[in-house]
């Protein structure tokens, strides 16, 4: 209710916020929308004015860490003095060596993300900055995603992270461009940028999160909502085979043979360049203009 004065007359009141200074509403249910505008616009105004032509998208666990980390940590663990320990302790000592035996092996891939993304990079600048072609592009967390955006860095070239807000707290790697990391709430517009301009996409070892990404892509590339000729890249026969029985659904007939040569593999860094490399090359030259047409 407004003040009266002395006068008995009502006091001027201060006028109310534009909406869109208003924190309560654009963190309403009925501001949703604009929220969902800003997570598109945001995105696309940065991309533009770093002169981002197209995109290299690189998947894979955020579980993964670097070698001579997993190194260390194993060593700490063989090292320990476990002669008093109870049978109990005895057993957690025991799996938590076996769990660090598996993180030196599964280390082989983040240090082969981070070469892979090196070279992507260092071939990529090599055809100039306006705009910036085939730039990597990560879930802008730990793990593989670190590594893509380190081998970026490391070849001393700009990177993107699309981070994403998640009920435990993460933080973006710091190889990642700042200009270029982006925090994302809702998933779909992060899968839209993750999507829309990326010439391939690489996937390394990873868990749901990689599977979600992964048979989001594989949907799109199948219905023509992608270009036919963006490559999709399966990097590690050794876990992927184990995982994923890929050929069980040709047999069955839920994919057909066409559909399944959709997909490449790879399990040497050399490889993977050389196919990623040929394949852009051969079809992604020519830049398309969707973000110089804003």
Known sequence: MSETGRNGKLKPQHAPKAPHEDAAFLESTPARPLRILAEYLHPLVQLKKQGIGDTIV???SARIGPRDVAIARLERLKKAKTKRLSKTDLAIHRAAVRQAK????????????????KRITAWASTLGPRPRRFVICSGGGPGIMEAANRGAYEAGGKSIGLSIELP???????????????NFHYFFMRKLWFAQIAKALIVFPG???????????????????????????????????????????????????????????????????????TGLEKYHMQVDDFLQTY
Do not use: C
């Open 58 to 60: 690189m998947f894979g």
């Open 102 to 117: 598996s993180a030196v092996e599964m280390a082989r891939y983040y240090e082969e993300a981070r070469e892979l993304s």
């Open 168 to 182: 435990h707290e993460q933080f973006a790697n710091p190889y990642i461009s700042p200009e270029l990391s982006f």
């Open 207 to 277: 868990g749901f999160g990689t599977m979600d990404e992964f048979w989001e892509m594989m949907t799109l590339r199948q219905t023509g909502k992608l270009p036919k000729h963006n490559l999709i890249l399966i990097y590690g026969h050794k876990y992927w085979d184990e995982v994923l029985n890929l050929k069980a659904m040709v047999r069955w007939g839920m994919i057909n043979a066409e559909e399944f040569k959709l997909l490449k593999f790879a399990d040497t860094v050399d490889d993977a360049f050389n196919q990623i490399r």
